[in-house]
């Protein structure tokens, strides 16, 4: 039997051992199959030649990368709009039925524009991780253009998603609790001393910091009265503080107690231990896999809120982590719609001259930007898929490898969906006086929707008509000696594990990538 002093030398060496392999993997290129999952699940179908320039780095200089060169704004020009600071020109009380109608029109049309703009915004930007995590926390701090209603709004938030979207979670969590879009939203502009509403004060603490389990019903009547005063100028649509509707009466939140504003009840909820766990969970799924590690999530989230709630801090953890890198978590996350069409197109190289056709198109498979579908957003996942969106899927890919598909069959499994890129006649939330608030929109009439779907197909159709792919130019352009060589290539670039149906074999290169982009797998990230 070795002596302790003898096991304790060799668990010593054991231990030193595996630092060095780690310290030694961590230091080597990574290859092209680590930095195509790096990117994959980063960003939006890394191109061969994304891929190429990270192998050459470890995996700890290319998260290091991935980070250093997020953004704070976009590349592409915001809609003529955006920059408008003038009133909202919202319908008032008096407003006619047509002065209604052409406010809403307007304002379906600016809601095309918008959504064709941020897919143009994924698709040229130089970082698309800064995309995917204004997207993530899109679906985060959820508000949806068919409440909000004024497209401008709508606006202000993706900017301030993006400019925030890496860097510190409690300046984020100020910023868009007090959001112009979030306070439609969530009705906190109808929050008033005696008349609290609770929406806000619940959902701040369910869905956007704590979770389920974590406060009590008290805890969320009492903070509503916090927030008490919050609200919009409803001529600039901007947030403004109202004091005189403010409750000043002692209030005790999560057992802190005192004339406590809305400022004094975020910071308390980030002062929670469950913030940061909660928080970690919701990007361990987003990144990782579906089923997080309870430990490995407790030491990120440890990370986290060392750092004083660093967003890249807990990221880069998350991307060093075992777990990140493991073969088993790879191909287990489905890729949403936006990330399915926006991927598809900059994999195969495809330059579209707007956004709009795929904006509606990734509607068609449930995911129409800027409309989640409640309050708690997209439920992603397996969620994604079901009979109607793999058919739409398949057809988009088909559509777009130039298969025999006419564009009234390709258009089936989009259109239905699309139609909801218009506005529902709900109320804006947003105060018109002291109490009144505008009259609620009629309803567009069967033959307007109709017509406005019908427009929405031509428009997609010609979108379609005017991308160029040359699958057999394409594919020439992987790297290989042979043709099986350049197959592979392909297959490796575009699926993240290997292929469920491998393509017979063909000379047909259009044959070939419509096969692969229809294997099972090219679902997964």
Known sequence: MPSPLAATRFALLSTLTAMAAWAHAAAAPMGYDDARHLLARTG?????????????????????RLLRETRTTAVTPPPAFASDTGPLRRPGPGASEEERKAFQQEQNRRGLELRAWWVQEMLATPSPLTERMTLFWHNHFVSSQQKV???????????????????????????????????????????????????????????????EGHYTEQDVKEAARA??????????????????????????????????????????????????????????????????????????????RSSNFDIKIALRALLSSDAFWARENRGTLVKSPVE?????????????????????????????????????????????????????????????????????????????????????????????????????????????????????????????????????????????????ARERAAQVLLLALPPQSPPPPSDDALAFVRATLSDPVYQLK
Do not use: C
């Open 44 to 64: 939006f179908g890394p191109t061969d030649a994304e891929v190429r320039l990270y192998a050459a780095l470890s995996r700890n200089d290319a998260v290091a």
């Open 149 to 211: 209603r004024v497209v401008r709004l709508m606006y202000g938030q993706n900017a301030m998603l993006r400019a925030n979207a890496l860097g510190n979670f409690g300046a984020l969590l100020h910023a868009a609790s007090k959001d112009p879009a979030m306070l439609v939203y969530l009705d906190s502009a109808q929050n008033r001393k005696g008349q609290p509403n609770e929406n806000f004060a619940r959902e701040v603490m369910e869905l956007f910091t704590l979770g």
């Open 227 to 304: 927030f008490t005063g919050w609200s919009l100028d409803r001529e600039t649509g901007q947030y403004i503080f109202r004091p005189g509707v403010h409750d000043t009466d002692s209030k005790t939140v999560l057992g802190r107690s005192g004339n406590l504003d809305g400022d004094a009840v975020l910071e308390i909820l980030l002062a929670q231990p469950s913030m940061a766990e909660f928080v970690t969970t919701k990007l361990w799924r987003e990144f990782v896999s579906p089923n997080p590690d309870p430990r490995e999530v407790a030491r990120i989230a440890q990370s986290f």
């Open 340 to 484: 399915f069409v926006v991927g598809t197109l900059r994999q195969l190289e495809v330059a579209p001259s707007s956004g709009l056709p795929f904006a509606v198109v990734s509607s068609g498979m449930g995911q129409n930007l800027f409309s989640p579908p409640n309050v708690k957003g997209w439920p992603g996942g397996n969620v994604w898929i079901d009979t109607n969106t793999l058919l739409a899927r398949k057809q988009f890919v088909d559509r777009l490898a130039r298969a025999d598909e006419t564009p009234v069959q390709m258009m089936t499994a989009v259109m239905p969906q699309s139609l909801a890129l218009g506005l529902k006649p709900l109320d804006s939330g947003i105060p018109t006086g002291a109490e009144a608030r505008p009259a609620v929109a009629p309803q567009s009439s069967a033959v307007e929707e109709k017509a406005r779907g019908q427009r929405l197909a031509r428009e997609v159709d010609r979108g379609m008509r005017n991308l160029h792919f040359d699958a057999a130019v394409w594919l020439a352009a992987r790297p290989g000696a042979t043709p099986e």
